[in-house]
Structures are given as C-alpha cells and as structure tokens.
C-alpha cells in the first residue's frame, strides 16, 4: 500500500507543471521511492521464509544436506532422560520393506515411542552409508496407547531433485544405506541396512530378487503377553529365503539349558513352512519336549522362568544352522543385555521391546563384530 502511494505522487508531479520546473527535486524523489520499494519488498520476503515449517518440503533448497554443516539436528546427549524418544523396534524391523521383484521401497506402520509431549511432527531421511541424501518421509502422529505414536506419512520427497513422491520408491540399487529419524530439534534414531540382489539360473525361474539385510537376520525376542508369566511362551524371529522365487522350510528350534544340556522346549515339528525373500515375522509357540508317542504339552513363561541359569536357543533351516541365540533367566526374570539395556544403550540404536518383549542378538553376529 505505501509502495502505491508514491508512485501516485511521483506521477501526479510528473504531469504538474510546478513539478516540472523542479526536475531537480523529482529525480530526488524518484530515487527516494525506489529505495523504500526495495525495503518493502525485502521484508516480504523475510515474512514469508519466518512462517515456513521444518517440515514443509517443495524445492530441492528447502531440504538442505547435512553435508552443508548443521542443517540438520543432531543428536541429544542428555543422560538424565530415562525414557528419550525411540522406535518400537518390531514395528521398524516390520516397516521397511523392499519388493523382491522390483526394489520398490517403502516404509510402513513405523511407530515411534516417548515422543516428547506437544510434538507435531518430524521426518526421515534416507542416506547412503557415505552421507548421500536421497528421500524424505515427513509425518505427522496418530497417538496410540502410550507410549507409542504411529508415523503418519504425509509428504515423500526426493532431495535430489525436490520433487514430491508418490507411492513406493525405486532402490533397485545394491549398496548400503541409512534411514535416520528426526525430530524438529533433535536426531533420535538411525536404523543402517544393505541391499542386495540375487540372481537365479533357472530360465523357467522368478528372474532376479532384491533383498535386505542387517537387523533382521540377528535380532530375535521371547514374548508373553502382557508379561503374565501364566501365559504361553512365544519366540519371534524374521525367516526368508535368500534367493529369488520360494522355498519350503522345515524349521526345528530348540531351547536347552547350559549347564547340563537339558533341552528345556522347543517349537512344534509337524508344522511346514514356505519362506518368500523379503522378511517375514514367524512367530513359535513353544512346548515341552515330546515323550514317547505323545504331544508336547503348552509351554509357559512361568516354566522357563523357574530355573535361573544361562540358555541358548537354536534354529535348524531344513537341518542347516540359521542361528544361536544365548539368554539368561535371573530372578526368575529373563536378562536385557546389549542394546536392550535402557539407560546404558545408545539411544539412537537402542532396541525397545516394552514390557513384554525380550530381545537378543545372534550370536554369530555377534562374533563377527569382535
């Protein structure tokens, strides 16, 4: 509106002969207005950038690297939160997923836990192991039972080029990634992972299939509802088939007790399987060792939890090794140990479980990073 008065003016004494007269002082004007247009203007745009969200995403400059120092949050170090930000790690391990056909990429009913009280939102960033930003998630909450928040995906970006994503995301491309959470003020999650292809001979066969590895294939968890120790004892571990196409699977998992040997449980054999390449949750219900000709009968929580000592689980994959599990009943409760440990773990890797799950990690796994 003051930009419109004085051009008006400036024009009524263009056309005046007194202005005329005085060229001199018109020119002084002139200059004087153009001045206060570029004022106007530089505080217009001023406002505009102050109301921009940091989750608002359009053009490739609204979503700077990390590269460029700082642009985005870091990491909290704040030892006295007992219960910072994370994610429901079976819903992450659920969540990202990868079509074997054609590496289509998405991310799926992520819920996160502690989220700080008035959040609005955040986002996700997927990476390169290198640095590489590729793809952004923005989301809002769905509150669920606390203390767990759905991820409401909104908006997918690719930072590359700015544009906005609609449906799964082309990562048909072997290498190792990162997905990293924020939230507007603070890094609190990253989860890595590799992608990788196999390839079949078989011309009949299903051609090739793009796979994930990393966390699903080491972490594992013992669950009994609602932590009532009269309730039946479940192991849920991820089974797939490496490689394209299906297979069937005769799976034996057995629960002995180190220090005599004992077999304590195991799952039931009579049951077939047929395993996919992408990851799928299998969930066994565990049964006292069978006698003779007879059945296995259920096997509780409680009938684990009555003799402390150190364990190990283990799972044959049509009688070959898929993995060794070690644990420990203490108290007559089960152990949290490496990144189960609250208040000790590293938050931004930091397994949660709740109160009825126990997790644990592969031994081999576990061996290889020593």
């Not at 219960?83 to 997923?97: D, E, M, R």
């Amino acid at each position: 509106m003051r930009t419109r008065t004085i051009l008006a003016i400036i024009l009524a004494l263009a056309f005046s002969t007194s202005a005329y007269a005085q060229l001199g002082d018109l020119k002084s004007i002139v200059k004087k207005a153009a001045k206060e247009v570029k004022k106007d203007d530089a505080k217009s745009d001023d406002a505009g950038q102050s109301d921009k969200s940091p989750l608002d995403v359009g053009k490739k400059s609204d979503a700077p690297k990390a590269a460029k120092g700082g642009s985005r949050p870091a990491a909290k170090k704040d030892a006295d939160r007992k219960y910072p930000p994370g994610l429901s790690f079976a819903t992450v391990l659920n969540g990202v997923k990868l079509l074997p056909k054609d590496g289509k990429f998405t991310l799926n009913h992520i819920q996160t836990a502690f989220l700080p009280e008035g959040c609005e939102g955040g986002f996700v960033v997927l990476r390169t192991a290198d640095g590489k930003e590729l793809y952004q998630w923005d989301w809002k909450p769905d509150h669920l039972k606390k203390p767990y928040t759905l991820l409401n995906v909104h908006n997918v970006v690719n930072l590359e080029t700015g544009e906005k994503i609609a449906g799964h995301l082309d990562m048909a491309k072997p290498g190792k990634y990162v997905l990293d959470f924020y939230l507007p003020d603070e890094h609190y999650y990253t989860f890595p992972f590799t992608i990788s292809k196999a390839g079949s001979d078989d011309p009949f066969g299903d051609g090739d299939a793009w796979l994930l590895d990393g966390d699903w294939e080491d972490c594992a968890y013992w669950f009994y509802p609602e932590a009532d120790e009269t309730k039946s004892l479940y192991w849920k571990v991820w089974l797939r088939h490496k490689g394209s196409g299906e297979a069937d699977a005769k799976i034996k998992l057995e629960v002995k007790r180190d220090a005599d040997g004992t077999l304590v449980c195991q799952n039931r054999e009579d049951v077939s399987f047929r395993l996919k390449p992408d990851w799928v949750r299998y969930e066994f219900d565990m049964i006292f060792p069978p006698k003779g000709t007879s059945g296995g009968a259920y096997f509780k929580a409680k009938d684990l939890l009555a003799t402390d000592g150190d364990y190990t689980l283990t799972i044959m994959v049509n009688d070959k090794p898929r993995g060794t599990w070690k644990f420990a009943v203490k108290g007559g409760k089960l152990n949290y140990t490496g990144r189960t440990l609250r208040e000790k773990a590293d938050p931004l890797t930091f397994i949660e479980g709740g109160r009825d799950a126990w997790w644990y990690t592969r031994e081999e796994a576990k061996k290889a990073s020593e």
